[in-house]
């Protein structure tokens, strides 16, 4: 169903009733779909080819059979809405499970969706008629602007409303070859870049031209168009790195594989084991979907998760760009600037990115349902910003933020309470910084009940309070309170000088890449903030302004292991993006002038991107042989045992007997024991060095060829010595080869003791 809008209003939307007919065919067949699918899963059947489908029925069949009684917002919302009550759903009972041990996974599935399945055949949604749309701001006016808009859509044909649709096809169709051309060796220090055939590049012109063309269009594009680009430019750029691996790219998504492999093995977590068996509810989610699909481990479906998230977080972006502006190009260009601009690279297979979905729903949940009036305090602060930035004070309706009678008000607070709680157990940073947005704009009254801020943040420290003894001992609570050493950000040593490194090296030109992004977001983000005042509407501008600017203040307290700046950046981006959009078209609408600063702009934050994006495909790299390798030392060593490997992202920690691995000197880089004992490489210097490091039973030792080619690349001092090293493994007394895949060798050395 399309985007049902008034085009070109720049006034908050307000909902339209979608009055659907009791039992529609829709909900007919979504419930047989439903049905077959709770069968596949209950009785595992299907196989890979099955999997698609039976996720496609736990992501959206839970939350369509609650919201579809709902009088949704616009199409955005309510996809946003069904996909997030159907993860907040199974995401809750997967942490009950895996909390209790009961852990049943595959059953409850299939329960969940046969009663999602009886409920649409069973109970009524809205009432039984046409679809109608009627803002209650333009009235009548509007519904009129609505059918004009869907009528010019209808009445275009021919090459006109074809075309399009034919640069889109063709421009994925030049992706999938470009992928087939692309080898799959070793990367420079500029990543995919030089990797990547011209097919690729004229892809993705093609892509982000007709994604620029119908986001900055007067009304008549067809939002499925608009959509359906958007959604074929996540593709192109956050679905080609992980297509052109055989595994998981990043080195760090194994550790959060290894704890969800083990909730699937165990059927429970291990509070002692590690900080995230203590925050365990998307490894559990995981779990649970991974099992209902029929997989067993995470990596056969790890890799969708970088353009799945990307794809969700930008339909949520839309959704609460939406429900501030009834403005098509306003709506799309936040889009869009969101998924180009989003550099930091989070949207990986981790507890962040799907807790960081659930923070933008919770936004919209609440500028959607919860808005109303702020208290005097507040208003006498919009009084001042309107003096100092107002030309002429505040026209009727100009900057109405509406407050409205919700109906189900109960049910949208507890949705907003158990999105939270979800956050909560999921991750430990993120419902701080939903805190540090939401709590201030519900003490003053912009949203309401006014306890529902407390409260939001009364759940994270209620989980915190039990595992407050654990933080502090590993980590600490507070890494300082100075905001500039928190932000702080320190390059790699090289042996050129910061400019030459800049300009001549890809890391250092990616870096400088992504800071000259961020700093330009944030310029372009203000003067929009500063142009919608000057248009009179302030308090919608606070509202967005502050959203963006509040994640700044965790630095105040938090480096977060040196990643606090990328936070911030990452949840400040959703707003700065609306107020990029305000910038181009906040006011009257239209100049040519506007959409050529527009499209202008969105082309060099693509370029910006893509280097940025496609440079750090060559860093973390992980490869097949050496997944493989870690799978193998997972099932074969033992609680004691000990592991010299490298140092450079081996992905050692990736299944479910990964705990023996966090005991303190277990794994030791073998690069240690080289430079030890550099003119001394002989098997009395390794078993010496062995004893003196920890008592073990048997030492498994790494060799990694691409490990070994990497230490090559970065000029490492083990590169000349490693054949010596193995070269005395092989020949070493009670040393025996027990792992060889052509590229990477394990050897496992029986200590005497």
Known sequence: MALMIKDEVSEPQQPMKLLWGRNSRVDIALALAGTCAALLILFDLGGDLAAPIKLAACSALPGWALMRRFSSVETAARVAWT???????????????????????????????????????????????RVRAQASLGGPDAASGVLTSQRSVQVRGGIQAWGPWLILGTALALWAISLSLTPMGPLGQFGLLPALSPLWYLSLTLVVGLSIWTATSRPGVSPWLTGGALTGLVAVLYGTAPLLTDVPRFPWVYKHMAVTSLITETGHVDPLTDIYNRWAGFFSYSAFLGESMGYRTPISYAAWAEAGFALVDALMVVAIARSLSNNRRVYWTAALVFTLADWVNQNYYSPQSFSYSLYLALCLLALTFLRSAPGRWMQALEGLARRLFAKGGIRQGEDNWPTRPVRRRSLILAAVLVIQAVIVVSHQLTPYMAVLG??????????????????????????????????????????????????????????????????????????????????????????????????????????????????????????????????????????????????????????????????????????AFTFVHLQTAGQYRVSKAEVTAGQWLDAHTQSGDMILGTRYFFPLVQGPNYAHYLTYGTVTPLTTYIKNFPQDINFSSFQAYVRHLRAAQDVYVIISDEQNARAAREHRIEVPLMPKVEAMLAEGAGVESVFDNGTVRVYKYHVQR
């Open 83 to 129: 996909l997030t009550a159907s993860a907040v759903v199974f995401g809750s009972f997967a942490v009950i499970m895996a909390w209790t041990g009961f852990w049943y996974p595959r059953q409850l599935a299939a329960l969940v969706l046969l009663a999602s399945a009886v409920s649409l055949l069973l109970v009524s949604g809205a009432t039984t008629g």
């Open 438 to 607: 939401l709590l201030p704009l519900f003490l003053g009254g912009y949203f309401r009940p006014r306890w529902i801020g407390p409260t939001l943040l009364v759940l994270p420290l209620l989980y915190l309070i039990p595992n407050i003894d654990y933080i502090r001992d590993k980590y600490g609570l507070f890494s300082g309170f100075n905001f500039f050493a928190n932000a702080g950000y320190k390059a790699p040593n090289t042996s050129s000088g910061p400019l030459l490194d800049m300009l001549f090296t890809g890391p250092g030109l990616g870096r400088a890449l992504a800071t000259a992004l961020t700093i330009f977001i944030g310029i372009l983000g203000a003067a929009g903030f500063v142009r919608q005042l000057r248009q009179g509407r302030v308090r919608t501008t606070l509202a967005v302004a502050w959203l963006a600017v509040a994640p700044s203040l965790g630095l105040f307290g938090q480096a977060y292991g040196g990643e606090a700046r990328f936070r911030v950046y990452l949840f400040a981006l959703p707003w700065l993006a609306i107020g990029v959009a305000w910038l181009f078209w906040a006011g009257p609408v239209g100049t040519r002038r506007a959409t050529l600063m527009a499209a202008s702009t969105l082309v060099a934050v693509a370029v």
